[in-house]
């Protein structure tokens, strides 16, 4: 007596921390999560060749079951590069024959894929866009391949934060960050909890922006780097919002909510540098000034100075400020006077104007105090009158210059 014989056609992939198989019917993918936990899914698939007895005859059927294969493929490696918290393959880690074909086609190869598919009978999502003198057409893709965020890690910190205050802070963070493809971890705005307040810091080198913002209820304490990338979205974000913004910060992933947003990040990786080192203690020399006008004066005498250099002097005194700046490739120089409040001995410093200003009028308040060591240490600006519950401190490293 022959035994009866089910005969099936599945076959599979090797995925990143997983596998696919694919069969008649389905697609089942396993794939292995940062944590050790295997997630298992499984989607229906509509293959191109029940869709038409076209797509079976000889030649056509391998053609169009190459083409599928490709997109099945690519579809489930990008599924588990995700899922697995391995999307940020470096570039060194690839294999010659992959950097051969991103080098010679790119995306290219992918769009190949798609539009060979459309026209073997793939869906289609084409965008028309009619008007009385013209006609436009678009290709879009389906809304099931848009990427969505592979959360891995448990949260291990959850605080809210004002709009009001958290909004300024980015701004003002976002203009001290670096940009510096060697060390990341300085395009980055630092979220440093420590002692029951949340410090918003950034620094590039020369210059530094820190806004301390009180928390009482807050009784924890670590470090974690957002993108600059990630927070001048958050920044657009926030800018009509009101009310808190709610952060759930994991080991690796951060995700901020309000009522109608949410956002999800992958947090930079690094220690961000000791920056309360680098901020002088001892500042014997306090000048105190009208913010607009001390703006106003410096956009006018920025105008003389030399376009490379930018430089600007100050020169303190009784009760005085002297402004300066001069260009001798073209003859050219420019010098106010202003009234200020100063307490020290008399001192000459000069700073990078442009970024002085850039610093100025991130400040609110109708008056700002410069706090100065010596013409070699770094100077700090801060408002002359904090707001309750914050905080905010601006360091701009001075130039070297000679009389």
Not at 354 to 372: A, H, M
């Amino acid at each position: 007596m022959s035994k009866k014989t089910h005969k099936t056609s599945v076959g599979g992939q090797a995925l990143i921390e997983g596998v696919m198989m694919l069969g008649p019917k389905g697609m089942a993918t396993s794939v292995r999560k940062p944590n050790g936990e295997i997630l298992t899914e499984y989607h229906k698939v509509k293959h191109m060749r029940d869709k038409s007895k076209f797509f079976n005859l000889p030649i056509i059927r391998g053609v169009v079951n190459f083409v599928e294969s490709m997109i099945i493929g690519y579809k489930a490696l990008m599924y588990s590069a995700e899922a697995s918290g391995m999307e940020d393959i470096e570039e060194e880690n690839m294999n010659k024959f992959e950097k051969w074909l991103s080098n010679k086609f790119g995306d290219k190869l992918m769009n190949f894929i798609g539009v060979l598919g459309s026209v073997l009978g793939a869906e289609s999502y084409e965008l028309t866009v009619e008007y009385q003198n013209g006609q436009y057409k678009l290709m879009g893709q389906s809304a099931e391949e848009y990427p969505t965020p592979a959360i891995s890690d448990e949260t291990r910190l959850e605080f809210d934060l004002e709009c009001q205050k958290l909004v300024p802070s980015i701004t003002r963070c976002m203009i001290a960050a670096a940009n510096d493809t060697l060390r990341p971890q300085l395009n980055t705005i630092c979220f440093d909890i420590h002692s029951q307040e949340v410090s918003l810091v950034s620094s590039n080198g020369n210059q530094l922006a820190l806004t301390k913002l009180a928390m009482p209820e807050l009784n924890a304490e670590g470090s974690y780097l957002l993108g600059t990338r990630p927070a001048s979205l958050l920044k657009g974000m926030l800018a009509k919002a009101e009310g808190n913004v709610h952060f759930s910060i994991g080991q690796r992933t951060a995700i901020v909510h309000t009522e109608e947003y949410s956002l999800t990040s992958r947090l930079v990786e690094g220690r961000f540098p000791n920056y309360r080192s680098v901020i002088p203690q001892d500042n014997p020399n306090i000048v105190t000034v009208n913010r607009l006008a001390l703006v106003s004066a410096l956009r006018r005498v920025l105008v003389f100075a030399n376009a490379q250099a930018v430089l600007v002097k100050f020169r303190l005194g009784s009760n005085t400020m002297n402004i300066s700046s001069q260009d001798i490739d073209f003859g050219k120089s420019a010098e106010e006077n202003m009234l200020c409040d100063y307490m020290g001995t008399p001192m000459r410093i000069a700073f990078k104007g442009s970024v002085l200003l850039d610093l100025i009028n991130n400040i609110e308040g109708d008056d700002i105090t410069l706090k100065l060591s010596d013409p070699s240490r770094a100077g700090l600006i801060v408002p002359a009158k904090q707001k309750e519950g914050e905080e905010v401190l601006m360091l701009i490293m001075p130039s070297v210059f000679n009389d």
